[in-house]
């Protein structure tokens, strides 16, 4: 039987742990609204994927966020508190959208519009270079949120939009230290930094076959405008210039069908945790896949052509029996985006 001091004592330490509580995250005095914009996205007793699944929403749902947490938003799920990741989740009137709605953004390469704000979802425009669009907010990939001038409202790259400056055709001679690097490219041959976008240029440079070069622009002829090393800004062709992705693909994927020994579906997931493998190998992000090893064997090398990489079956997972695979991935985030696919991998020779 709990007495009338330790009665006390329990209801004051029972606020006094609410009050810690508060301390933790972001409480909304009044709940918001948020929808969610992943196709499936997991709902989770805490705030980190680590935590156990306890139900599911789906595209469009709404939710009431009741507070925030490292990235991640507390709800009410079916009369309980659950956790979903805020980079699937839209909220009405969001503070970070009301500053830029009505921008004015310039393509400064064609870029695709998408349904939400990654390369995972839906193409269902394109913004050419050099035209105009609307700003109408920022997702929290960093995408921004726009309207193209026949309505329809999406989501594009930030590395191509940049804001429509009055004063930007006065720049013609480059204030080099104020220019914006958009990506970083490597050289695949020794090749000559020149004035213009032509062989009849003059040369005011060169880079060497493995240098990294970054790349200022995109230009509409098939060459590159570059900021080199000692900060001159120049002009590349194009076709001596590829991403780390491109270069890794070329080498990773099979040479014919020939190669392939068969096809098989597998349900496909992702995981970022672990420094040793199953077979003594450290994962890495590209290569290593988990797998059942009394379907597909360790040591055999599976083409995915999500990623067009080739991975070898290194690891193992107590979840992963029959036709699933899990692929490492570095980071939750990407982990998070990936999800769970049904897709078709290639068993090679």
Not at 147 to 170: A, C, F, H, P, R
Not at 220 to 238: F, P
Not at 287 to 301: F, L, S
Request: with cysteine; net charge positive; charged share 20%.
């Amino acid at each position: 039987m709990i007495n009338k001091k330790n009665k006390y004592a329990i209801a004051a330490l029972s606020a006094t742990s609410a009050i810690c509580a508060l301390g933790t995250s972001n409480i909304y005095a009044d709940s918001k609204t948020g929808e969610v914009t992943a196709h499936s996205l997991n709902v989770r007793s805490g705030p980190s994927t680590s935590y156990n699944a306890i139900g599911g929403l789906s595209k469009g749902d709404k939710v009431d966020i009741l507070s925030s947490k490292d990235g991640w938003y507390q709800i009410k799920y079916k009369s309980k508190d659950g956790w979903v990741s805020g980079d699937y989740i839209t909220t009405k009137g969001s503070s970070n959208n009301s500053s830029t709605t009505g921008k004015k953004l310039v393509a400064t390469w064609g870029v695709n519009v998408r349904t939400g704000g990654s390369t995972k979802y839906k193409i269902i425009g394109y913004i050419k270079k050099n035209s105009t669009v609307e700003m109408l907010g920022v997702a929290s990939t960093g995408w921004y949120k726009v309207k193209l001038s026949d309505g329809t409202i999406g989501y594009s790259s930030n590395k191509y939009l940049k804001e429509n400056n009055s004063n930007s055709g006065n720049n013609s001679n480059d204030s080099n230290n104020n220019v914006t690097v958009i990506d970083s490219l490597i050289a695949t041959a020794n090749l000559n930094v020149r004035s213009g976008t032509s062989t009849s240029n003059s040369i005011i440079g060169i880079v060497y076959k493995g240098d990294k070069v970054s790349i200022v622009e995109r230009t509409n002829n098939n060459w590159y405008k570059v900021k080199l090393s000692n900060g001159k800004i120049g002009y590349c062709s194009s076709a001596y210039l590829k991403s780390q992705d491109e270069l890794d693909s070329a080498t990773n994927k099979p040479g014919s069908s020939n190669d392939i020994s068969y096809s098989m579906q597998v349900k496909a997931y992702a995981y970022c945790t672990g420094t040793i493998t199953a077979t003594g190998t450290k994962p890495i992000f590209g290569k290593t896949i988990a797998v059942d090893p009394t379907i597909i064997p360790y040591g055999t090398r599976v083409y995915i052509p999500e990623f067009d990489k080739t991975f070898i079956a290194e690891d193992c997972g107590g979840g992963i029996k029959g036709n699933k695979i899990d692929i490492y991935m570095n980071t939750e985030k990407e982990c998070l985006n990936w999800g769970v696919q049904n897709i078709t991998i290639y068993i090679l020779k």
